[in-house]
């Protein structure tokens, strides 16, 4: 149901955050009510990053609504996406430096594989400026 040539489609081919998991080990407990999982989590701040949005709610309404993003996000048509509280829960428990490393990682996989491109990223709401990643 999803074009072969989607954007999030290709980005789900190649983007691999296996990695995140044992980045974010320390930060995850094990007990208590689980949390978002932290590879879900990065992947709907990437597609916010791309898509410009802002806000969670909106995050989670737009992703919610894309066939594309679901696939992207491995959730089936029939399987609710994290609230939106979740989100934003989640944003203040990974620490700011683990969080721009992550972050960082994962849209140099994207810019290595000619996905992205720009000057300037939006974490958290805040227009701050991005590390140049192309090369000429």
């Not at 930060?27 to 590879?39: A, E, H, L």
């Not at 696939?71 to 428990?93: A, F, K, N, Q, V």
């Not at 960082?104 to 939006?122: F, Y």
């Amino acid at each position: 149901m999803v074009l072969q040539d989607n954007f999030y489609r290709r980005l789900s081919e190649f983007l691999d955050l296996r990695f995140v998991y044992q980045e974010c080990k320390k930060i995850y407990g094990k007990t208590g009510n689980p949390s978002i999982d932290p590879v879900i989590f990065l992947k709907l701040v990437l597609f916010g990053y791309f898509e410009n949005i802002i806000s969670d709610r909106e995050l989670i309404r737009r992703a919610s609504d894309s066939l594309g993003v679901r696939l992207y996000l491995g959730y089936d048509l029939d399987e609710e996406l994290p609230w939106h509280s979740t989100i934003s829960r989640t944003r203040g428990i990974i620490p700011k430096l683990v969080f721009e490393k992550l972050f960082d990682k994962i849209l140099q996989m994207c810019v290595d594989k000619a996905m992205v491109g720009g000057e300037k990223q939006s974490i958290g709401s805040i227009l701050v400026k991005a590390k140049q990643h192309l090369n000429p």
